[in-house]
């Protein structure tokens, strides 16, 4: 009776949405193919990694085996981060799919299924995933969860007049490291007998990090020290900022992408980019970008054709398919508007 009604609460959570989420919300990752070179203006060249993780991939949904453990990933970046770390050793489950947002995501009965049945669910954590955190909490644990990028020390942001932890942790290579070494552990204790086989994969992923952050610190310094200032639809790039050296300099929205901007606000952000004198600001892949047009317009700079990644990764084959290429193509196209080489 008590697990009925688990079942009944967790359903009701989104019952008005069901018709319209079914059958889009979950999706098995597979592992793109990566690498790292040098070629171009912007020094971003994407090669097939010859490496074992490259060459692996995921039970998919036609090839699951039932004596592997299950792991249920609930955004895409972390989804990506398993992915490359437990290739085929794990059936692996994504609630959400590439440019789903994890701020206003609301999961359905399936994901609830998915949630039980999971010996290893791994989530952000620092309420990114404010839907699915309440789903879990409403359904039966069987399997282990794991906040995973609450390894990293949070900065703070206002939300509502109060002071809450940045979930956007990923803007921080370093953090993304620390992420990687968890994801690692958390496999091997659900699957000791492929500790070798985790290790490996994940210290070759930690060494492809290292040398992303090397990167982007280095591009980040081309550009003028005076243009060295961001301004995004939404509050997701503090991490970005703090560890590559860029003032974020205002967004439209805060912390999430619930949040309406007020005529005030945007008002106020036109006065300061006018002020600043930056050459461009800069829409988001998951966001309408109607405003920030507006805002651009009003200030009279240029907005970014190319959108930056904040929330999620792109669909496979696309220019931004893996955390890696995100985390690329955003210094890339942030270098390029603010006048770096």
């Known amino acids: 009776m008590e697990n009925e009604t688990k079942m009944k609460n967790s359903e009701n959570i989104t019952k008005h949405n069901w018709e319209r989420k079914m059958g889009r919300n979950r999706h098995l990752i597979g592992i793109g193919s990566w690498g790292w070179g040098k070629a171009g203006k912007f020094g971003f060249f994407l090669i097939c990694s010859t490496l074992m993780i490259g060459c692996q991939s995921p039970n998919l949904s ?3 085996k039932p004596d592997q453990p299950k792991v249920v990933v609930t955004n895409t970046i972390i989804g990506d981060l398993t992915a490359k770390v437990a290739a085929d050793k794990v059936n692996l489950v994504s609630l959400l799919k590439p440019g789903d947002d994890p701020h206003v995501y609301e999961p359905t009965p399936q994901d609830s299924r998915a949630l039980e049945s999971a010996q290893l669910v791994l989530y952000n954590g620092y309420n990114l995933e404010p839907g699915i955190i309440r789903m879990m909490e409403s359904t039966n644990r069987q399997g282990k969860r794991v906040a ?3 390894v990293a020390k949070p ?8 002071t809450v932890p940045d979930p956007h942790v990923w803007g921080d290579v370093k953090n993304v490291i620390l992420m ?10 659900i699957s000791p007998e492929n500790k070798a086989f985790f290790s490996q994969n994940g210290e070759q992923l930690i060494a492809e990090l290292k040398k992303l ?23 997701a790039f503090q991490y970005y900022g703090k560890a590559y050296g860029i003032e974020i300099l205002g967004t439209l929205i805060g912390i999430s992408t619930e949040e309406q901007p007020s005529a005030q606000t945007v008002k106020n952000l036109v006065t300061t980019i006018q002020k600043s004198q930056i050459p461009t600001i800069f829409a988001e892949t998951t966001l309408n970008p109607n405003l920030i047009k507006t805002v651009a317009q009003e200030a009279n700079v240029k907005l970014a054709r190319t959108q ?17 290429k995100m985390m690329q193509e955003n210094t890339k196209t942030i270098v390029e508007g603010l006048g770096g080489r």
Do not use: M
């Not at 070494?181 to 496999?187: H, M, P, Q, S, V």
């Not at 930056?308 to 890696?324: A, E």
């Open 213 to 235: 952050d090397h990167a982007i610190a280095q591009k980040i310094q081309t550009i003028p020290p005076q243009n060295r200032r961001l301004v995004t639809t939404h509050d």
């Open 155 to 162: 900065l703070t942001l206002s939300k509502n007049g109060e």
């Open 180 to 189: 990687v070494g968890k994801i690692r552990d958390e496999l091997t204790g």
């Open 148 to 150: 995973v990028g609450e």
């Open 308 to 324: 930056l990644y904040s929330d999620s990764i792109d669909v496979r084959g696309s220019r931004g398919d893996s955390y890696i």
């Open 62 to 64: 036609g090839d699951r």
